[in-house]
């Protein structure tokens, strides 16, 4: 085969192979790129919106059960102190004896003449007849928690120390006496005969005792 034969078959199977490589595919029948069908995007869809919840009912209040019950008052108190009142006049009689006749001191008593207990508490109130001011409070008397307890029938005592003779000085025959009650309960006096009794600034009186030799050694 000459040489310019074969170049003229080894163009036409060059041009051959170009058609092939041109022409339409099978899947792409009647001409045309073939390109790939788009793929369709998706539309995002709206979250479904909550259907707001109804409020809450409130609950009914719990019902208190049958069985509570208020608790019962405990047992009267037994202790025999309870309920023991301060005395007043009311509940005593009183009597006044001469103790010194040199120094005019006098021995005060009273009786607890009611049917119940009552407690003295601390000094006397003394005064004399119709001269003004009372006897002056001689020593300490106990709280109201130590104070002598004074049964029906029992007796108290308390000294009062007459006051030195001078020239302002004076006599009188009775005196008068109330009780300290720490309120202001109203009280008729209880009077005592004390003849010759020298009443100046030094008359004093001493707590309630629950012995005569106590009340006058103060």
């Given at each position: 085969?000459?040489?310019?034969?074969?170049?003229?078959?080894?163009?036409?199977?060059?041009?051959?192979?170009?058609?092939?490589?041109?022409?339409?595919?099978?899947?792409?029948a009647g001409g045309g790129t073939d390109v790939p069908p788009a793929t369709p995007t998706a539309v995002p869809t709206a979250p479904a919106t909550a259907s707001p919840s109804a409020p809450p009912k409130p609950s009914a209040p719990?019902?208190?059960?049958?069985?509570?019950?208020?608790?019962?008052?405990?047992?009267?108190?037994?202790?025999?102190?309870?309920?023991?009142?301060?005395?007043?006049?009311?509940?005593?009689?009183?009597?006044?004896?001469?103790?010194?006749?040199?120094?005019?001191?006098?021995?005060?008593?009273?009786?607890?003449?009611?049917?119940?207990?009552?407690?003295?508490?601390?000094?006397?109130?003394?005064?004399?007849?119709?001269?003004?001011?009372?006897?002056?409070?001689?020593?300490?008397?106990?709280?109201?928690?130590?104070?002598?307890?004074?049964?029906?029938?029992?007796?108290?005592?308390?000294?009062?120390?007459?006051?030195?003779?001078?020239?302002?000085?004076?006599?009188?025959?009775?005196?008068?006496?109330?009780?300290?009650?720490?309120?202001?309960?109203?009280?008729?006096?209880?009077?005592?005969?004390?003849?010759?009794?020298?009443?100046?600034?030094?008359?004093?009186?001493?707590?309630?005792?629950?012995?005569?030799?106590?009340?006058?050694?103060?």
């Amino acid at each position: 085969m000459s040489t310019v034969r074969r170049s003229v078959v080894v163009l036409g199977a060059l041009s051959a192979l170009a058609l092939t490589a041109c022409g339409p595919t099978e899947d792409g029948a009647g001409g045309g790129t073939d390109v790939p069908p788009a793929t369709p995007t998706a539309v995002p869809t709206a979250p479904a919106t909550a259907s707001p919840s109804a409020p809450p009912k409130p609950s009914a209040p719990a019902k208190p059960s049958a069985s509570a019950k208020p608790p019962k008052p405990g047992p009267p108190s037994t202790d025999p102190d309870d309920d023991v009142f301060p005395c007043n006049t009311g509940d005593l009689t009183f009597t006044a004896s001469l103790a010194e006749p040199t120094t005019s001191s006098y021995l005060l008593k009273v009786t607890n003449k009611s049917g119940k207990p009552c407690r003295v508490l601390g000094h006397p109130v003394v005064t004399f007849g119709a001269l003004d001011g009372q006897a002056k409070k001689r020593g300490s008397a106990p709280g109201i928690e130590e104070a002598i307890r004074l049964a029906p029938g029992r007796s108290a005592y308390a000294g009062l120390m007459g006051g030195l003779k001078s020239g302002t000085s004076k006599t009188v025959s009775s005196i008068a006496l109330t009780m300290d009650t720490e309120s202001d309960l109203t009280q008729a006096p209880l009077k005592a005969s004390t003849p010759g009794l020298n009443v100046a600034t030094g008359n004093s009186v001493t707590a309630w005792m629950d012995n005569a030799e106590d009340a006058l050694t103060l």
